[in-house]
């Protein structure tokens, strides 16, 4: 590999880490492991073509540019800690894989919302949960973390909450997210 290719794919796997907390080849690794999938199933699953795939995993692409797959992403993440935990068998998973690969990510709130589907394997619980990770998806598939950081500085004295928004859902913690939300409920 040329030197200018392999300081782009550093940059790549690098920008990954701040967006998804690892790069993606990693991550896509665990959940291929975790689940007993291949890369071709893996892509199906979550709505991206093989050569798609195999780009974000190597780094010659950074970002997941459809919410919708990142939501995915974060389903099958969920997945994959409940099934090495044992809370979920390999058929319940297959299931839940399924249910996941059909899911369009974007109607947080509509009948076949997966916040409304509470009880089903390989959704996350806690509906509060969900709503937060579908809104953490959407902001970091606009704007980096570097980004956000900075629209939120920018706004910080005009607009504190919606600063404090910004920084929350985009750069922070989920479990940091899950608590603002849930204290400005209701």
């Given at each position: 590999?040329?030197?200018?290719?392999h300081?782009?794919?550093?940059r790549?796997?690098?920008q990954?880490t701040?967006?998804?907390?690892e790069p993606?080849g990693?991550?896509?690794?665990?959940?291929?492991?975790?689940?007993?999938?291949?890369?071709?199933?893996l892509?199906?699953?979550l709505?991206?073509?093989?050569?798609?795939?195999s780009q974000?995993?190597?780094?010659?692409?950074?970002?997941i540019g459809?919410?919708?797959?990142?939501?995915r992403v974060?389903?099958l993440?969920?997945l994959?800690?409940e099934?090495?935990?044992?809370?979920?068998s390999?058929?319940?998973?297959?299931a839940?894989?399924?249910e996941i690969r059909?899911?369009?990510?974007g109607?947080?709130?509509?009948?076949?919302?997966?916040?409304?589907?509470s009880?089903?394997?390989?959704?996350?619980a806690?509906p509060?949960?969900?709503?937060?990770?579908?809104?953490q998806?959407?902001?970091?598939?606009?704007?980096?973390?570097?980004?956000?950081?900075?629209?939120?500085?920018t706004?910080?004295?005009t607009?504190?909450?919606?600063?404090?928004?910004?920084?929350?859902?985009?750069v922070?913690?989920?479990r940091?997210?899950?608590?603002h939300y849930?204290?400005?409920q209701?």
């Amino acid at each position: 590999m040329e030197t200018g290719q392999h300081e782009a794919t550093d940059r790549a796997r690098e920008q990954q880490t701040t967006w998804y907390g690892e790069p993606l080849g990693a991550l896509f690794r665990r959940l291929i492991t975790d689940l007993g999938l291949n890369q071709a199933r893996l892509a199906v699953v979550l709505g991206l073509s093989a050569p798609m795939l195999s780009q974000l995993m190597s780094g010659q692409r950074a970002k997941i540019g459809n919410p919708a797959v990142v939501q995915r992403v974060r389903a099958l993440q969920d997945l994959a800690t409940e099934v090495r935990g044992g809370q979920v068998s390999a058929a319940e998973a297959t299931a839940a894989m399924e249910e996941i690969r059909r899911s369009a990510g974007g109607n947080v709130l509509g009948p076949n919302s997966a916040s409304t589907r509470s009880g089903q394997t390989g959704v996350p619980a806690n509906p509060t949960k969900r709503v937060v990770r579908e809104i953490q998806a959407l902001l970091r598939s606009v704007a980096d973390a570097s980004e956000i950081q900075s629209a939120s500085a920018t706004l910080a004295d005009t607009h504190p909450e919606l600063a404090e928004f910004l920084r929350i859902y985009g750069v922070a913690r989920t479990r940091d997210a899950v608590e603002h939300y849930e204290k400005h409920q209701g």
